[in-house]
């Protein structure tokens, strides 16, 4: 699903270099739940940019599905995210002025489904999420949890095989980032491939995989489940 | 996608109306300012009789000082002498012609109600009326007998029957001009072409005469001479007669000439006649006729005045700074919205397609900018008729076209100006947004 080799991704101001990954190197399988921590700056969101197309590297291989992103050209890097990779992240980004029907409208705009398939997975994402009977309500009318989970029912709406978050419970207190924890296994169940950023190390436990980024690269620790691979 | 975009367009107005309001405002002065003076000199430059303009000549011959050109560009005089215009007609060489002349005279209209009143002449031939194809609300021009048998008839304009008759069918009725009665034979309906091409020698704007009558009575009646009078030598003797004789230029003449071939013999005629009066010791300079059409002569005559010009370059600089401005709000408003930018682009959105979005909503607030500028140029128009006064209401009038002209220019204008915001809109790293929000 998802093949890293010796990613290097070096960051340059006018004085300094800073090199965010160095050889990093990992894959991910087809219906993995991967968890990734680290600490601060280690490399983790760097990481998942790359993963999720929103970055450029200096050098190392990416397959995603098999296919090299490197020769990509911006059209084609847009139309790989939009039909394969979903997004959560830890602030939601939910466009405030749009009600939560036109919020998981915005990828599928881009997909150019027709008006009826588009009503059709909106309603269904959001009924996922428990969130259809308020569809017509605005983010700030909802609570952080509420706003998760229509994040959620927006990665969800383009029915992705790959679904990248970013800290995703990061602003959310304990009950409700449990309510997420709870959706993005369903999902992983669904045969989703989930790679998740947190720092969060119970969180963590729950996922199927463990990453521990340091200094720019990737290793396998022991995670709750009993699944092991080499970074 | 566009009613995508033109939703989100819509959305992003509502969110920032104060921003949106100054940039269609600061569109709106740009456009309004140009198109009032667009609107002038697109008036002033329009053909002012379309269907016939390139069959109607202006007849210029050189008459001029051996030693000094009429004009410093060579072209030969504006105007031509007496003795021309009574030549050229006695010859009757084209399908139509007709010398004219700007006279002034007192009227004494019919009893004690209306006052005698000082009014324009404009003295013509028979052929003037339907070369010019000039619309009658009563009766119509006078034949040739008329001009031959030099009778006292005259043509009112609208204005002049409305003054003097009350708008009444006043065709064969008597009124006094110049202490003489005249027959009215026809009236004008309402005639104001601009420029006002036929007599553009004192000013394209001005209105025409309130009265027309046969130029044959020019001698007898002793019509005084309106307009420019230039002479290059003085007249030989005194008197109204010397003037007439004289080599001075107070005359116009306008001919017909349906086909090229109508043109190239009247051309040989115009060369044939310079020639004879050569040999009688007249037209001491080289021979130096044209016969430009109607458009030509208002491009010879500079009818667009370098003021205007002047102006409308003035109003596009006013624009520029105009949608300068408009370029530093809109780079704000987009810049702001850097985070949901992000979000479009980590959901699918390719930099073209934000590129389009960005655009579309651009050209939006161009409309609005546009809607609001023609209603700006409206009031330009009216503060102009205010500060001219006597104008031709075609002048301050916008028509169809300059609409159409007011939106493309905002619309344009408005897409040059979101060029650089929304390069720099979509050239935001995503990543960076999405993690910052």
């Known amino acids: ?231 | 996608m566009f009613s995508y975009y033109l939703k989100l367009a819509t959305i992003s107005i509502r969110r920032n109306p104060i921003l949106t309001a100054l940039m269609i405002l600061a569109i709106a002065l740009g456009i309004g300012a140009c198109m009032t003076t667009i609107t002038v000199n697109y008036v002033m430059s329009s053909d002012p009789i379309p269907q016939k303009s390139d069959q109607l000549h202006y007849v210029q011959v050189d008459n001029w000082d051996p030693n000094n050109p009429a004009n410093s560009d060579g072209s030969p005089p504006d105007q031509i002498t007496y003795t021309e215009a009574i030549n050229f007609m006695r010859d009757k060489k084209a399908f139509r012609q007709s010398a004219i002349a700007s006279s002034s005279g007192v009227v004494n209209p019919p009893g004690a109600e209306t006052k005698p009143f000082m009014s324009q002449i404009r003295i013509v031939y028979s052929d003037f009326f339907p070369m010019f194809e000039i619309p009658f609300l009563y009766g119509s021009g006078w034949p040739d007998s008329v001009d031959e048998n030099k009778e006292l008839v005259v043509v009112l304009s609208r204005q002049t029957n409305d003054q003097v008759f009350g708008g009444e069918d006043s065709v064969d009725r008597t009124l006094e001009i110049l202490g003489r009665e005249f027959r009215v034979v026809g009236v004008l309906d309402d005639y104001f072409p601009v420029p006002r091409f036929y007599d553009v020698t004192v000013g394209a704007l001005n209105k025409p005469e309130d009265l027309y009558m046969p130029f044959s009575l020019k001698e007898e009646l002793e019509l005084s001479p309106n307009g420019n009078v230039n002479c290059w030598k003085s007249p030989e003797g005194e008197g109204f007669k010397a003037f007439l004789q004289s080599e001075c230029i107070n005359y116009q003449m306008w001919v017909e000439l349906p086909t090229e071939s109508d043109k190239r013999e009247y051309e040989d005629y115009l060369y044939n006649y310079v020639t004879e009066q050569k040999a009688l010791g007249r037209f001491p300079r080289p021979m130096n006729n044209r016969l430009p059409n109607v458009m030509e002569w208002m491009e010879d005559q500079q009818v667009v005045e370098d003021d205007a010009q002047i102006l409308l370059w003035l109003s596009f600089m006013f624009l520029a700074v105009c949608l300068l401005n408009t370029i530093g709000l809109l780079l704000a408003k987009f810049v702001s919205r850097s985070a949901e930018i992000g979000l479009r682009r980590a959901v699918g959105a390719s930099k073209q397609d934000l590129f389009i979005q960005h655009l579309v909503e651009t050209g939006v607030i161009g409309i609005g900018g546009g809607v609001l500028g023609l209603l700006i140029a409206l009031l330009g128009l009216e503060g102009i008729k205010m500060l001219y006064g006597d104008i031709p209401e075609s002048l301050v009038q916008l028509d169809l076209t300059m609409m159409v002209v007011a939106l493309v220019l905002a619309l344009t204008a408005s897409m040059l100006a979101g060029l650089y915001p929304t390069w720099r809109a979509c050239s935001i790293a995503p990543a960076s947004q999405l993690k910052s929000q």
């Open chain 1, 1 to 231: 699903m998802l093949d890293m080799k010796d990613i290097r991704k070096v960051f340059r101001t006018e004085l300094i270099e800073t090199h965010a990954l160095r050889d990093f190197t990992l894959s991910v399988n087809e219906g993995d739940f991967v968890a990734v921590t680290g600490p601060s700056g280690s490399g983790k969101t760097t990481f998942l940019n790359i993963a999720g197309l929103l970055e450029a590297f200096e050098s190392g291989t990416y397959l995603l599905d098999g296919q090299d992103v490197s020769s990509l050209n911006d059209k084609a890097r847009s139309q790989l995210r939009n039909e394969k990779i979903g997004f959560i992240f830890q602030s939601f980004n939910l466009i405030p002025d749009l009600n939560l029907f036109d919020n998981v409208d915005v990828p599928l705009r881009y997909r150019g489904f027709n008006t009826g398939e588009r009503k059709r997975r909106i309603e269904q994402s959001l009924d996922t999420v428990g969130l259809a009977s308020r569809m017509k309500h605005l983010p700030s009318q909802l609570s952080g949890g509420q706003q998760q989970r229509v994040a959620i029912a927006r990665a969800l709406a383009g029915e992705p095989r790959f679904l990248l978050a970013d800290e995703p419970t990061g602003n959310l207190d304990t009950k409700m980032a449990a309510s997420v924890m709870e959706f993005l296994q369903e999902i992983n169940d669904g045969g989703t491939t989930i790679v998740m950023v947190t720092h969060d190390q119970e969180l963590a436990k729950q996922a199927k995989r463990n990453i521990f980024v340091l200094d720019g690269s990737a290793s396998e620790i022991e995670a709750a489940a009993n699944n092991t691979a080499t970074a």
